[in-house]
Each structure stands twice: as structure tokens, then as C-alpha cells.
């Protein structure tokens, strides 16, 4: 009795359900089943084990089923993706990696592992900005006309009074991308007003405090930088003042004499430094470590 068998181009032992032919036994080149799904690849076939490849390899009718990994989209090209960008592939395209860990995909320099800087950034994608920074803190400016500005604490130079002269303030500001905040100016490229029209009674302008390696160190006040009024360009001028244990507590220092500003809220008291050559620095004050400028 004649039976059907299937052609088996590759020589794997499965045959074409589409080419048959009918004999007695088993003619070359045939096979007795009708299962493969591909008779021009011999490593193609039922049971064979399937490989990450864009092939059905084991023609069960899935394509490397089991096998596709997800990668997350690497924009910045750090080494961590994007969570919300994926996907799936056998292994990773170009511009794609196997960690969804990255906090900022925009920046190279921000990921987990990296070194947090005291930059008022999640540098290292732990949740926390500037953890065990003392160079840098945020908080809050009070500007003559009554407004509010956010502002960033940077370490003056080297973190002293003695070294912290005008041009050593503005480029603690500078450094970080921002301007010198002072009660009175003139403006320019390192300063930035807070709108004062009279600063020579050493006011500066109440301020807030929102980091802890911030509280309780020395605000440089300065309420006179880069302004042709009162000391003259040549000089500066300002008051040294604790900044608050407490965070977010309102602080700064109010000469009633000064007409430019908008008092109302009760005075700390500071250290006054009038009149200075604009290459020295501030004397100390109190039990301060640390002295910092207002940045913005």
C-alpha cells in the first residue's frame, strides 16, 4: 500500500506539507511527517531549540519567544536608561541599555554612581540633592519691591571669610551659572540687584534657608557690589549674619536708615563690614566654619 510522504529539502527529518509524493517506502529526500516550517534551513524544525534571532526556529508559530530582553532608551549616553522609552530586542540598539535607572536622560552626568556635586541637582539618582554637600544650598531672596526669588547658597571660595573678596564672590555665583546677589547694583554681568535705591546703611534683604549643610553657617550679605552709589565701584559692602538653625526661617538684617527697602519683618542682627576695598574680604563673625554668598 502506497502511503504519503513529504519532501524534505534540508535533510532534517521534517518534511513540506506542500511537496508530497506517494510510494511504498520512504523515497530520498522525503520524510514521513509534514511539519517544517521552513524546508531550506536545516536547523529549522519542530523541537529545535529557538535562539534570539528573528526566526521561528522551533515552528511553534511564536518568534523567540522567551528570549527578547527589554532595553530602556540611553538619550544622554551615561550608561542608564529611561524607563518610561523601552524596547524589546535580542540584544541592545544603539542607544539603548539594560538599566531603567536613570533619574535625568538629558545629562551625562546624572545617574546612580555619580558624584552628588553641590549643584542643587540629584546627581546620583537617590532621591536626595546635594546629600553631605557643604558647598551649596537653596533657599529664598526677599526683593525690594516685595517679591520672592529662589536663590542658591555657594560655598565663597574656600569656604572662609579670609579669602572671600568681590571678585572671589562673583565667581562662586559665576562658576555655577548664576550672578552675585546684592541689595543695591549697578548690574553687570557677575551682579544681580534686588532693586534697592539706597544701600548704605549695610542692609541686605531677608532671605530663607532650605538645606541642612547650609543651617547655622555665615551668610556674606552683601548690600553694596558693583554700584556706583555710596562706597563707589571700588569698594563693597554688606553684614555678616547666622543663617538659622531652622530651615526655612526667615532672616537678614534691616537698617532703618535704608529708604530702599521695604522693612516689616523683624531683624537679625550681623556683623557690618562698610566701605571695603573690593580686594579685600569680610571679617569673621560669630562661631561661622563656613561663609557663603547668595547666588541667582
Known amino acids: 500500500m502506497k502511503t504519503t510522504y513529504y519532501r524534505d529539502a534540508d535533510g532534517d527529518g521534517y518534511g513540506n506539507v506542500n511537496t508530497t509524493t506517494t510510494a511504498c517506502s520512504v523515497p530520498a529526500g522525503y520524510a ?85 556635586a553641590c549643584n542643587g541637582i540629584d546627581d546620583n539618582c537617590n532621591g536626595t540633592v546635594d546629600e553631605g554637600c557643604v558647598g551649596s544650598g537653596t533657599g529664598t531672596v526677599r ?25 572671589v564672590a562673583w565667581s562662586s555665583c559665576t562658576s555655577i551659572g548664576k550672578k552675585l546677589v546684592s541689595h543695591a547694583s549697578n548690574g553687570g554681568t557677575n551682579v544681580v540687584s534686588l532693586g534697592a535705591t539706597s544701600s548704605c546703611y549695610w542692609s541686605i534683604s531677608y532671605y530663607t534657608n532650605a538645606s541642612p549643610g547650609v543651617a547655622g553657617q555665615c551668610l556674606i550679605g552683601v548690600s553694596n557690589s558693583n554700584w556706583s552709589g555710596c562706597c563707589g565701584t ?25 529708604t530702599g527697602y521695604t522693612s516689616g519683618l523683624s531683624n537679625v542682627s550681623g556683623t557690618t563690614w562698610g566701605c571695603i576695598a573690593n580686594t579685600a574680604a569680610p571679617p569673621a563673625s560669630g562661631s561661622c566654619s563656613r561663609y557663603y554668598v547668595a547666588c541667582e
Open 143 to 167: 526683593n525690594v519691591n516685595g517679591t520672592t526669588s529662589a536663590i542658591t547658597y555657594a560655598q565663597c571660595g574656600n569656604g572662609t571669610n579670609t579669602n572671600c573678596t568681590q571678585a
Open 32 to 116: 514521513t511527517n509534514s511539519t517544517d516550517c521552513n524546508d531550506a534551513s536545516a536547523s529549522v524544525h519542530p523541537g529545535a531549540a529557538e535562539t534570539c534571532n528573528g526566526v521561528d526556529d522551533n515552528c511553534n508559530g511564536s518568534i523567540d519567544e522567551g528570549l527578547l530582553v527589554t532595553y530602556y532608551r540611553d538619550s544622554d549616553g551615561d550608561g542608564y536608561g529611561n524607563a518610561a522609552q523601552t524596547t524589546t530586542a535580542c540584544t541592545a540598539p544603539v542607544g539603548y541599555v539594560a538599566l531603567s535607572t536613570d533619574c535625568n536622560d538629558a545629562s551625562a552626568s546624572v545617574h546612580p554612581g555619580a558624584a552628588e
Open 234 to 258: 571700588s569698594s563693597w559692602h554688606g553684614n555678616i549674619v547666622q543663617i538659622p538653625a531652622t530651615l526655612n526661617q526667615q532672616f537678614g538684617y534691616d537698617s532703618s536708615n535704608d
